[in-house]
């Protein structure tokens, strides 16, 4: 039973560079979320789908892009790496009033 | 604008010292207050939903209560496995279930 299931796990860039993150869940629910946790901060949420075929802006959505692959999937892209965005990426997935599920992360530096 | 707090940033406890963690808010409707457990390395965990002032939720040596501007989360007889972060997120309303954060208790358990 996998519940939410990101890759990779870890990543180093170098700024300018491009990659996507991944993320799956296997609990058949409606709306998947991207957030990130930096240090001294709160989760923050940077996109989320609340149905497969929406995306919408989160609190923090500059400098990242979504897409909703299908029920299952909810990759973030980051089109040109910046340090700023050095930080730790949670996916999350809900069902209509249930709690969040998250994963257990990607660890992203860009240097 | 949605905000919490919670408090204290960290606290350190001898095994079996019972305490409170506390999270303030501020929201124009609560729709829904959440506890979520954060282990090293791992993504939050969900513990408890609560939804109305005077409601009480108990697991294990947990207990979660809500007032009108903040909760808390009860801590009875702790052991070392309950060392974690403690983070708090409120919803407050909306169709797409979006949480706000606390920045979280880091609490350790000294045996």
């Known amino acids: 039973n996998a519940g939410v299931t990101q890759t990779p796990k870890f990543q180093v860039l170098k700024t300018g560079q491009s990659m996507t993150l991944q993320c799956a869940q296997d609990m058949n629910h409606n709306s998947m979320y991207w957030y990130r946790q930096d240090p001294g901060m709160g989760l923050r949420l940077i996109y989320y789908?609340?149905?497969?075929?929406?995306?919408d802006k989160g609190e923090v959505p500059n400098g990242y892009n979504v897409s909703r692959l299908n029920k299952r999937e909810f990759s973030l892209r980051l089109e040109s790496a910046a340090p700023s965005q050095t930080s730790v990426y949670f996916c999350a997935s809900s069902e209509v009033d249930q709690p969040q599920h998250f994963g257990d992360g990607t660890r992203l530096s860009i240097l | 604008e949605d905000q919490v707090t919670q408090s204290p940033e960290a606290l350190r406890l001898q095994e079996g010292e019972s305490s409170s963690l506390n999270c303030s808010y501020t929201?124009?409707?609560?729709?829904?207050l959440f506890w979520y457990r954060q282990d090293p390395g791992k993504g939050p965990e969900f513990l408890f939903t609560l939804y109305s002032a005077g409601e009480e939720k108990e697991k294990e040596r947990l207990k979660a209560t809500l007032t009108k501007k903040e909760s808390f989360l009860h801590i009875t007889a702790p052991k070392p496995e309950d060392s974690a972060t403690y983070l708090c997120a409120v919803d407050s309303g909306g169709s797409n279930y979006k949480l706000t954060f606390g920045k979280g208790t880091l609490l350790t358990v000294n045996p």
């Open positions: 929201v124009s409707g609560l729709r829904g």
């Open positions: 789908s609340a149905s497969e075929g929406t995306t």
